[in-house]
């Protein structure tokens, strides 16, 4: 599985973004999709996962009602709608895909990851 991580940019305290998340290759409906992110000198932390199912999905307490994770099974993308924009939420965002998740919030737990997009929230 290939995948392409997209939407990311500027945008001020308050505000929205939707980023995301196209996969190419194998059958994206059978997979889990993540979403972490990294900020500047930072571990990569786990912001929300949903399941082939998708009405199964998690989220990390930093974002719990802000963000909400979504799939197009059909399109092949993912995506994570962010709203209420907060400054500590400036990293750089990547998207995940594992055939073998258990909860999702573990990077360990992806075999396949996109190349990131960053996401600036000034204040």
């Known amino acids: 599985v290939q995948l392409q991580a997209s939407g990311g940019g500027l945008v001020q305290a308050g505000g929205s973004l939707r980023l995301s998340c196209a996969a190419s290759?194998?059958?994206?409906?059978?997979?889990?999709v993540g979403w972490f992110r990294q900020a500047p000198g930072k571990e990569r932390e786990f912001v929300a996962a949903?399941?082939?199912?998708?009405?199964?999905?998690y989220y990390a307490d930093s974002v719990k009602g802000r963000f909400t994770i979504s799939r197009d099974n059909a399109k092949n993308t993912a995506y994570l709608q962010m709203n209420s924009l907060k400054p500590e939420d400036t990293a750089v965002y990547y998207c995940?895909?594992?055939?073998?998740?258990?909860?999702?919030?573990?990077?360990?737990?992806?075999?396949?990851w996109g190349q990131g997009t960053l996401v600036t929230v000034s204040s």
């Open positions: 949903i399941k082939w199912s998708v009405s199964t999905t």
């Open positions: 290759g194998r059958t994206f409906s059978r997979y889990a």
């Open positions: 995940a895909a594992g055939s073998l998740v258990a909860a999702g919030t573990v990077a360990a737990e992806y075999d396949y």
